[in-house]
């Protein structure tokens, strides 16, 4: 029997793995046929495959299933069973390159060219940290093949200025790069002909974890209702939620939505729902509401509350609503406008100055032993608008008017407190210089002239308001 040559013995074991899986089927099972697959190897500087090594193993998932030697005229051929495999290439002193292949009978595959490794360069570098190295970042380079599967990683890191260095064979690779504490960054499609320098990566620092601020809660937990599950308050605005629902501390398979319809059956089981927010490059966070047994029935109002009153700073706002069931139901308050809080608890709001340009908003709570909470939203007010300065009565002046005499003004002021109040004295309608306070002595020039007083008011968040008392009788 001659001797086997590297390239028959290699081919040879591959026949004998492929007869082992053959034998190795059940009873009722039909060996597919193999089929023959032959192709060609060629190196870049025209050298000699064998003189390099060079060689193909056979992989089927992370399984080695076999290799060739070249031949010193570049040929191979294998003997595989059906199926998908990949075919990695390699030669002393040329890069390696992968092949996914699906056997289908015999088949002469195409050549493959094996050229020398090249250096791949580049830079990593801080975000807003103008151009400041970023060491020790994770680099991985994966070969792109022609049908879009990826090759085995090459991976390097970056050194403390922040640059780094990977030996690859020529080809096109998908480039990934990895920090602790930093987003991802990939690049999909890198094409390598030659050495070269990849353009400079700047990585971002990973946005602040996701943080719930106030927990989900449940409304309408009642028979033939529909429960509702809030997303409750969170530090970011922008997130994406999703919904589970549990009863009797079991999830309720296909209830992924804010709200779940509530049955008889229902009735007396504890509810709860857990809600996850989730954002961009931030791991998600699951909140649960409370338990909450299904009540039979919901608390309701005999009318849905409204708001009555002006929307003018100064004036009260008043919540109308129908009568209560059950009877015994408590009957709770909540107003809100924007980032202003709102102190009162009832069903009256005094419009306050820092109210104005604000529309106030109201929620209507009505609860009781043995029935679902239920909750009314009132649509927000129109904006409160600057509120008009009242008065007791008008302006008086009160004195003699006679040369040499004082004369007093007086204005009584009914809301709000604290008006800031101007005077100005005339006579005859015209100013008299320099008389600007509450009283006035009269003078020579004023003789025969019909004194009177005008009053500025102001203060914040209403109108100015100017008022002018009657004219006395002439001077004497």
Same mark, same amino acid.
């Given at each position: ?24 089927? @059940? ?58 495999? =990949? ?14 292949? %699906? ?29 400041? @190295? ?61 050495? !070269? ?5 700047? *990585?971002? *620092?990973?946005?602040?974890? %996701?943080?719930?601020?106030?927990? @989900? ?69 699951? *909140? ?11 608390? =309701? ?54 109210? !104005? ?58 809301? @709000? ?60």
């Amino acid at each position: 029997m001659p001797a086997l040559t590297p390239s028959r013995a290699a081919r040879l074991l591959v026949a004998l793995v492929v007869a082992a899986a053959a034998f190795a089927l @059940p009873a009722t099972a039909v060996a597919a046929v193999p089929g023959l697959l032959t192709g060609t190897v060629v190196l870049a500087d025209g050298s000699d495959p064998w003189d390099a090594n060079a060689a193909v193993v056979v992989r089927s998932g992370e399984d080695d299933l076999g290799s060739d030697w070249i031949d010193s005229d570049g040929s191979y051929e294998f003997d595989l069973d059906p199926g998908s495999y =990949t075919l990695v290439y390699s030669a002393r002193g040329f890069g390696t390159v992968e092949r996914d292949l %699906i056997v289908d009978g015999d088949a002469v595959l195409p050549t493959i060219t094996l050229s020398a490794p090249v250096k791949v360069t580049g830079l990593i570098v801080r975000a807003g940290a103008g151009e400041v @190295p970023l060491p020790f970042a994770d680099v991985e380079l994966r070969a792109v093949k022609p049908g879009g599967g990826l090759g085995r990683p090459v991976t390097t890191s970056s050194d403390a200025s922040g640059r780094f260095e990977a030996t690859v064979a020529l080809g096109t690779y998908r480039v990934s790069y990895t920090s602790f504490g930093r987003i991802p960054v990939v690049v999909p499609s890198v094409q390598v002909d030659a050495a !070269r320098e990849l353009a400079p990566v700047t *990585m971002e *620092m990973l946005p602040a974890p %996701i943080d719930n601020l106030e927990h @989900p809660s449940l409304r309408s937990v009642h028979v033939n209702g529909t429960a509702t599950v809030s997303n409750g308050r969170w530090n970011y605005a922008a997130l994406d939620f999703a919904y589970q629902w549990y009863l009797d501390g079991a999830p309720i398979a296909g209830a992924t939505r804010s709200t779940f319809p509530l049955q008889a059956k229902h009735g007396g089981h504890r509810l709860r729902a857990s809600v996850t927010a989730s954002g961009s490059h931030r791991e998600p966070v699951v *909140m649960f509401t409370e338990e909450t047994v299904v009540a039979a029935a919901l608390a =309701t109002l005999s009318a849905a509350p409204r708001v009555v009153g002006t929307t003018q700073v100064g004036q009260t706002l008043r919540a109308v609503l129908g009568r209560p069931t059950p009877s015994n139901a408590k009957v709770t308050y909540q107003w809100t406008a924007g980032s202003v809080r709102v102190p009162e608890t009832g069903p009256t709001v005094m419009l306050r100055p820092e109210l !104005r340009g604000k529309r106030l908003r109201l929620r209507v709570r009505v609860s009781a032993p043995g029935y679902s909470t239920n909750e009314y939203r009132v649509p927000a007010t129109t904006v409160v608008k600057v509120g008009t300065i009242a008065l007791r009565s008008a302006p008086t002046v009160s004195g003699s008017p006679k040369v040499g005499r004082t004369l007093r003004a007086r204005v009584a002021v009914a809301a @709000p407190s604290g008006v800031r109040v101007r005077y100005q004295w005339l006579a005859n309608g015209k100013a008299i210089k320099g008389a600007t306070k509450s009283t006035v002595r009269l003078t020579k020039a004023q003789r025969k002239r019909r004194i009177s007083v005008q009053v500025s008011l102001s203060a914040s968040a209403y109108s100015p308001r100017v008022v002018q008392s009657a004219r006395t009788r002439a001077v004497r």
